[in-house]
């Protein structure tokens, strides 16, 4: 197949490609001019990323003085490639600056104010390649900080160091874009030095064939370069028709081999590599003469300039200062359009500070009369027609209609599906439209913020890696953690199975802390009651908790007996007492009946009636009072019983609680009967008197009884004091009812004797 590729070439026989368009050429303002060298600018702004990839890390600081050909950056990358200082100078400023962007976007930026003595450092020059490795000639290719230049900026020194079975190297000399005569030039001037760059590559990939593709637009650059290479066979010069975009990667692999490259994939992929013409001039720079890639060629062209012409322009070069070398003309009340590119791939440029990078090959100042729409403010695009003219000439065979209405939906999806990212930017489609529709502009935009969005894709799948490795990180620590724990288990276990002394102590320790464990967990489980434990059981752990829990049982249920048989008893009182009240009711209302008919007025009526009303009050009062006394001593047992489910209370004190209550209580009896009661004139005081004694009794016994039933054997110095608080608050409180009982008896006889 490659044999009759060559056989084609030979014979001057090429393949076509889809669309293309013959718009103006306007070449001959600069290429009959040979490349002029100028002054040094008064300052340079440097761009940290000219390429495609990473920045580098900078490595200079505000106020160093530099020297020609310095590193300003270093690459720890492959897709990082550095920056040098393309004169000497003082490093002024690291900022933000206005790059060489269709949206005028801000970019670290260093800028270096120029000397005048353009101070080369050290430089290793070496005219005998073979004593270079070719590891060796491509770190010189990277180091030097060589990217494709002819538009696309990709690192040169990884498609250099590419894979074996290279079919064709192809070197692009087309320049097929109007206005543009910088590789025109150079190859005029410099054929030699392209040739020995081309050698270089030559040496690195071991390519079956050399291609150069040229116009036939060109003939003195197609002349030097045949001359150059007519001792190499393996260069074939292949002259190809003038047609736009035949300058394009895939429309001119295509008509110089009839491959499709295949949409999402690269040149490799099918054996070929591409590389500029200007490319392999800094190459040779590069290898040879260790010069970095500090300057290009440029044009600088348009109508509205006196002299234009292309330039050597140091990268990070102002557009001003160029214009200012080629005697721009001033046009009044109207600010002139710069645009960076030729006018199909070319963007208008925001600011005239926009420094020359290493992509950088023309500089157009249209005017008014030469191009019109640069100079409109307003966009004079209106609303397609669909007359399909645009499909017709696209180099790539799109559907550009389809594509920038997808682009102004933005649905990306969409853009993707109609390959979007084959669209090489020609301008054809928008040069063609009678509706003026500014399409490129639309794909830019598309293609940045599909870019943008796979950056933020490509964020959250590496913050997901992270992610799922820390979870795989702590799971493998919480394996090894209970590993090292089991381990350590074993080996106590291991210990305490050894016939040592040590071992039996542990032994003795687990057990009795066992033992501990499980008195405690009986007790929560029953809180009423807890068996006492003796300290001397706990210690020689002879008591199984079985028969712990066994004894707390009985014990309740002796303790509940006890409550229901006392309970019983108190209702019987209760009910026994509300019958004397009952019967006795008769008899003081027959009395009191028989005491009225006796007066023969009024008053003593109302009197009697009175009397009546507070004798049934004061019975009420009494039965609240009965109620309170019970509550409290209900609190006094609950408190006690709180207190003693944790601790011991001594038999001693609840002995001295018993006896305290019966003296009160033999007090509070002494008081009544050595008051004068008539029991016949008010039978109401003395029912008070019997039913809050015989009440205050019954719920101290019934409380003593709880107690006795809930004490537990293990004593301690917290559970004393918390049977002594017990004990005095029992104590104040029957002695507040004794006092209440009393002053209700004094009341009563009061009452007696106003009657």
Partial sequence: MMESVIARITRGQFWDFHGGIHPPEQKTLTSTKPIKQLTLPKQLIIPLQQHIGLEGDVLVSIGEHVLKGQPLTGSTNPMEVPIHAPTSGTITAIKMSVIAHPSGLEQLCIFLDVDGLDTWRKRIVCPDLSLLSNHEIIEKIADSGIAGMGGAGFPTHIKANSKPD???????????????????????????????????????????????????????????????????????????????????????????????????QLPIHSGIVMQNVATCFAINEAVRHDTPLIRRVVTVTG??????????????????????????????????????????????????????IKTSNC???????????????????????????????????????????????????????????????????????????????????????????????????????????????LEKEKIARQEKNKKAAAARKAAMNK??????????????????????????????????????????????????????????????ARAKAKKKLKEASAQQSEASTTNTEPNKISENNAETEQPTDQKSKVAAAIARAKAKKKLKEASAQQAETKNTETEITTVTENTIGKETIPEKSISEKKHTGKTDLAKAGKHNSDTNIDTDTDTNTSDISDISNANITNTNDIASELVHAAIPAAIDKKAKMAAAIAKAKAKKKLKDAATKESAAILLNEDKKDSN
């Fill in 166 to 264: 290279i079919n064709f190297l192809i070197i692009n000399g087309a320049e097929c874009e109007p206005y543009i005569t910088s590789d025109d030039l150079l190859m005029m001037e410099q054929s030699i030095a392209i040739v020995d760059g081309i050698e270089i590559l030559d040496r690195l990939l071991s390519p079956a064939f050399i291609l150069i593709g040229i116009e036939d637009n060109k003939p003195k650059a197609i002349k030097a370069l045949q001359q150059a290479t007519k001792d190499n066979e393996k260069i074939k010069v292949c002259v190809v028709p003038t047609k736009y975009p035949i300058g394009g990667e895939k429309q001119l692999i295509h008509t110089l081999t009839g491959q499709e490259v295949p949409a999402g």
């Fill in 303 to 356: 109508q509205a300039l006196n002299k234009p012409q292309n330039v050597w322009a140091l990268i990070g070069t102002p557009i001003n200062f160029l214009l200012e070398q080629c005697e721009v003309e001033a046009i009044e009340n109207v600010k002139q359009p710069v645009i960076m590119g030729g006018p199909m791939m070319g963007f208008s440029i925001a600011s005239d500070i926009v420094p020359i």
């Fill in 363 to 473: 500089i157009l100042v249209p005017s008014k009369k030469e191009m019109p729409s640069a100079f409109e403010k307003e966009s004079q695009e209106v609303e397609c027609i669909r007359c399909g003219q645009c499909s017709d000439v696209c180099p790539s065979n799109l559907l550009p209609q389809e594509l920038q209405w997808s682009a102004k939906a933005k649905d990306h999806p969409q853009l993707q599906k109609l390959n979007l990212s084959d669209c090489i930017e020609c301008g054809a489609c928008a040069y063609v439209c009678p509706s003026q529709i500014p399409l490129v502009h639309y794909y830019r935009i598309a293609k940045a913020e599909i870019r943008e969005q796979h950056q933020l894709d490509l964020k959250a799948e590496k913050a997901k890696v992270r992610f799922e490795a820390r979870k795989m990180r």
């Fill in 499 to 560: 016939a040592t002394p040590e071992a039996t102590g542990a032994k003795s320790a687990v057990a009795a802390a066992l033992a501990r464990v499980k008195a405690k967990k009986a007790a929560q489980e029953n809180p009423e009651v807890t068996k006492p434990v003796d300290s001397a059981e706990v210690s020689t752990v002879e008591v199984s908790a079985t028969e712990i829990v066994n004894d707390q049982k009985s014990q309740v249920a002796a303790a509940i």
